[in-house]
């Protein structure tokens, strides 16, 4: 994808080739591997939600986290007529707002995923490291690693 695309047209074209689409699932069932059911997660950067439905509909509560009001959308208009809606909790907000507020809401996480377009949104002003850290505390720092 070469031009910026959100909500519907972003999950069309994600799933337009064959390659994406088995990327995808591999990294899914990677990331079910770590987690059970009732497992805590961070979609950090959910776009319009796809993983965040596969990890709800395997019993985990989802907090999905995006700065784009039309992923997020999506993410809430598509879910809607899912069974696994009320596990999804969205969090649309800049990234800073996420560092200084939202992301102190958060529990303790089983699993937190992403891929590079977040980091890479990131940094301005403030470096990926603080989201890093920010990720480092709900594995570790709450006593349970």
């Known amino acids: 994808m070469n031009s910026l695309v959100t909500g519907g047209d972003y999950v069309r074209a994600l799933s337009a080739a064959d390659d994406d689409r088995l990327c995808r699932a591999a990294f899914l069932e990677l990331a079910l591997r770590y987690i059970a059911p009732r497992s805590t997660v961070l979609d950090f950067g959910c776009g319009p939600g796809l993983d965040a439905r596969v990890y709800a509909e395997h019993g985990c509560r989802v907090f999905a986290f995006d700065i784009d009001p039309f992923m997020c959308a999506y993410l809430r208009e598509s879910c809607a007529r899912d069974a696994a809606a009320p596990q999804i909790r969205v969090i649309e907000c800049s990234y800073d707002g996420f560092l ?8 303790r996480m089983d699993l937190i995923t992403g891929n590079f377009a977040p980091l890479n949104l990131v940094g301005q002003p403030r470096p990926p490291r603080s989201c890093l850290t920010n990720f480092r505390f709900w594995i570790f720092d709450f006593g349970l690693n």
């Open 100 to 107: 200084d507020s939202a992301a102190r809401l958060l529990p």
